[in-house]
């Protein structure tokens, strides 16, 4: 059996400030070696390293190494599911500034834990109230309330008349996760 990585791993990998301003670095500076990112960052050259190889793992940058030195491009990896969708977002969306990433930050976490993919999956049938959520996911009524807050307060879901359903988020950013995380 293939592993193939989850959409809520690579959310939890994206949802660091820190890797998203290097994200939005690379965007802007393509083919930039580690220590011009990390000068641009203003970050010390081994965290900028480490960030960037998590950003590799989850398709969101490819790496070229000539020598000693390593380039950096954002490039997804087709060969890992979302990268391509979120990295073509993300080159039109995210930039260094820090409303910019706050945003971004703050989107990516509604997506951190699989179960709140899960509520969502479920949710893309209609309205369920939070009982039947807890039923057929099979979580305590503090968790669905804890992920559900989450998922609400993150603008993916809302009360409806006969509980709880998905929203339609102008943001394209917010659509694009609902999508990935329906699928």
Same mark, same amino acid.
């Given at each position: 059996m293939k592993l193939q990585p989850t959409l809520w791993r690579t959310c939890r990998a994206l949802a660091n400030r820190t890797r998203l301003r290097l994200l939005a670095i690379v965007i802007a500076n393509p083919d930039s070696p580690v220590s011009a990112i990390a000068e641009i960052a203003k970050i010390q050259t081994t965290l900028a390293s480490?960030?960037?190889r998590a950003l590799n793992a989850r398709g969101m940058v490819h790496a070229r190494r000539r020598g000693a030195w390593v380039f950096y491009s954002a490039r997804?990896? *087709?060969s890992l599911p979302d990268s391509a969708a979120l990295l073509s977002v993300f080159s039109r969306t995210l930039t260094v500034e820090p409303e910019t990433v706050d945003h971004t930050f703050r989107l990516l976490t509604a997506f951190t834990h699989p179960r709140r993919v899960a509520i969502v999956r479920e949710l893309r049938s209609g309205e369920l109230r939070q009982?039947? /959520?807890r039923n057929r *996911?099979?979580?305590s009524q503090a968790a669905v309330e804890r992920h559900l807050r989450k998922?609400?307060?993150r603008g993916?879901?809302?009360v409806g008349k006969h509980g709880y359903r998905l929203r339609r988020p102008r943001d394209v950013l917010a659509r694009t996760? /609902?999508?990935l995380a329906s699928e």
């Open positions: 480490r960030y960037l997804p990896d *087709l009982c039947e /959520l *996911l099979g979580l998922l609400r307060t993916f879901v809302a996760l /609902l999508k």
